[in-house]
């Protein structure tokens, strides 16, 4: 079965995932304070976690950042209160997979878990990219290109991390679109080309005539290490 680990400190916002989850036959732990969350998952390695942002002894925020900068990727959802864009922005760039604001819809939030899960089940792409000048580094997100920091967005880095992880194949746009952008978002085609097209600006040394994201006309792209 499928581990979930749900943080929240609301006893009835949890009594209601726990109950939901395990009709739809998960197994559950639970989490009502951040430092009892960070201690399971490091002990129990669920598959995924909701994570609240708002907790007692540990914020969820902080969970996250530990687990992240121990190499930990487990998939996080957070969940919050907040719905400002920068609580958002923050969550995901301290390496949440997804974030909900409350109130939500079950039927969503475990729709997003199942994306989740599948997303892990994924071909692996190595934890560190090295081609021409450039250096990428898969866990901590961060890009160089002649020494010089690359800054690239989270959708970019899993665009890039996919096609790697089917080095020599070709991956279509509607793989690549519901593997990063997941099941609830419904982007163009052409929303997978631009970030293409900047994934090209950033890392090909000739963009116009790139030697590695490489077009496969009428179907999609190829990684060529």
């Not at 942002?53 to 687990?67: A, D, H, I, N």
């Not at 990727?73 to 719905?83: F, Q, Y």
Request: glycine share 6%; proline share 5%; net charge neutral.
């Amino acid at each position: 079965m499928t581990r979930v680990l749900v943080v929240e400190d609301d006893p009835a916002i949890l009594r209601g995932l726990v109950d939901n989850l395990k009709f739809e036959e998960f197994e559950v732990l639970t989490a009502l304070d951040g430092e009892a969350a960070y201690r399971i998952l490091k002990a129990e390695k669920p598959d995924v976690v909701i994570l609240d942002l708002m907790l007692p002894r540990m914020s969820g925020y902080e969970v996250c950042r530990k687990v992240r900068s121990e190499g930990i990727r487990i998939p996080i959802l957070m969940l919050s209160a907040r719905g400002e864009e920068a609580d958002r922005v923050l969550g995901l760039d301290l390496g949440a997979d997804d974030y909900m604001s409350k109130p939500f819809s079950v039927r969503e939030l475990i729709a997003r878990v199942r994306a989740l899960i599948r997303r892990t089940q994924q071909p692996s792409a190595p934890e560190e990219l090295r081609f021409a000048d450039v250096v990428v580094d898969f866990l901590r997100y961060e890009a160089t290109a002649s020494g010089k920091p690359v800054r690239m967005t989270r959708k970019e880095f899993a665009v890039l991390r996919a096609l790697v992880a089917r080095a020599g194949e070709v991956v279509t746009r509607d793989i690549l679109l519901r593997e990063v952008w997941g099941y609830d978002v419904m982007p163009t085609t052409r929303t997978v080309d631009n970030h293409i097209a900047l994934l090209r600006s950033k890392l090909e040394q000739e963009p116009s005539a790139p030697r590695h994201l490489v077009t496969v006309h009428g179907i999609g792209y190829r990684w060529i290490p």
